[in-house]
């Protein structure tokens, strides 16, 4: 920021108690330490002179707060990860066959070109997979299993275990006003819970797409017929089934 003429000059002290205001935006925890910080931010630009830097900020940033800032970003499907690592990992596989001498036609190409191969692995990789079992696995991990990814199973298997041992721990309301929404109590948080499709609001649910501990947790509680694990909450896009069939 200190090098674009258009923001002004501002001495280094002034620039490290900005950056600190908007690192701690990003990783709000909570939508009032969001304001917290936002306040904090707009108190420096204020006295340091700078209202153009505050103004860009709210007409470029403030709109997309729900890609940026954390506690905003909890319902978002990023897989629990809160890194750009993935996209880092492609741009550097990318540069491999592509730099900044060549021609857009030509770089265009390397990128079908890349592409393709990428598609082509996968096929084939995904024809390899076979049924595999786990012996430590019981009867309803032993299904997700055979219908599911790996990586599934292993995420889905965590929550299943702190779903079991958590059944007689947390502490279980009905809401009065819909039947249908379970208020579910633990040590530090509550989540709520609909019961018609076991979609709850914690974080894992909303950013995997898979069943939480607090659905398992409670369907263990009330002794629901059949797995403790709600299938309908597995997102097709890990199901073995949907894959194959958008190959």
């Known amino acids: 920021m200190r090098s674009k003429p258009e923001f002004g000059k501002i001495s280094s002290d002034d620039a490290s108690q900005i950056d600190a205001a908007v690192h701690k935006m990003v990783y709000a925890s909570s939508e009032h330490k969001y304001k917290e910080a936002h306040e904090s931010l707009k108190g420096i630009c204020e006295r340091c ?10 007409k470029n ?16 499907p990023r897989f629990n990860n809160h890194t750009n690592n993935r996209l880092e990992s492609y741009f550097g596989k990318l540069k491999e066959g592509i730099d900044s001498s060549m021609s857009m036609a030509k770089c265009i190409k390397a990128l079908v070109a890349f592409d393709r191969r990428k598609q082509n692995d ?34 889905i298997e965590r929550q299943y ?7 007689s721990r947390y502490n279980f309301e009905k809401d009065p006003e819909e039947l249908s929404v379970v208020k579910i ?15 709850c609001n914690c974080e894992f649910a909303a950013s995997m797409g898979l ?6 947790a409670y369907r263990k509680y009330t002794n629901v017929s059949g797995s403790v694990i709600p299938w309908t909450r597995i997102d097709e896009r890990f199901v073995l089934s949907h894959i194959a069939r958008e190959l």
Not at 161 to 167: C, I
Not at 211 to 216: F, M, S
């Open 122 to 155: 996968y096929e084939y990789r995904l024809t390899r997979i076979g049924r595999f079992s786990n012996s430590n696995y019981d009867v309803d991990m032993s299904t997700v299993l055979r219908f599911t990814t790996h990586y599934a199973a292993r995420q």
């Open 185 to 199: 109590g633990g040590i530090f948080k509550t989540h709520t819970l609909r019961t018609d499709d076991w979609k």
């Open 61 to 76: 940033w403030r709109s997309c707060t729900d890609r940026w800032v954390y506690y905003l970003r909890a319902t978002l």
């Open 49 to 58: 002179g700078i209202d153009r830097f505050f103004k860009y900020f709210e």
């Open 161 to 167: 275990t702190l779903g079991l041992e958590n059944a």
């Open 211 to 216: 069943p939480c501990r607090h659905a398992i």
